[in-house]
């Protein structure tokens, strides 16, 4: 078991590079989603991104259907049109929580942690927690959601 420390900090560059696609799922990827899930369960977290704990991989775990799920080059290839403002919180940004608008439903495409192509149509809090994600993979965080006024 390897809890791995959370990078955090709004403007950390890690934090904010866009990921580079996973060329292939090889036992230093599966490992680093095991490390991922033990991180992820010791923070009480509902998703953690790969550039949270330092790898700039486009890998994130996410909670679905109460599992926590690996995302291997997630892509969101649908939204509703329909979206629904709530409350979030981030492990890279303790203290902080912002009402942030998203889509009530996607479709996302990834790779399993055996390199399985995956498709899943995913609603409420599950397509929430998967856009949250897919976010800290584009370098983008729920302060950036903020408005001012």
């Known amino acids: 078991m390897s809890v791995l420390p959370v990078i955090t900090g709004q403007n950390h560059p890690v934090l904010r590079t866009k990921t580079k696609p996973v060329a292939k799922v090889t036992k230093e990827i ?32 996410a909670m679905i259907s109460g599992r926590m799920t690996p995302l291997i080059n997630p892509v969101i290839s649908a939204r509703s049109k329909e979206k629904e403002t709530e409350e979030e919180g981030c492990l890279s940004l303790p203290e902080i ?44 965080l729920i302060v950036d959601y903020q408005t001012i006024g």
């Open 30 to 61: 599966q490992k680093l989603i095991r490390d991922m899930h033990d991180t992820v369960r010791a923070e009480d977290g509902a998703g953690l991104a790969a550039p949270q704990i330092g790898h700039n991989e486009r890998l994130c775990l």
């Open 97 to 140: 929580v912002v009402a942030v608008p998203r889509h009530v439903s996607i479709t996302v495409k990834y790779l399993d942690a055996k390199g399985k192509s995956q498709e899943r149509r995913l609603q409420d809090f599950d397509a929430r927690v998967v856009q949250h994600e897919v976010d800290h993979l584009e370098g983008v």
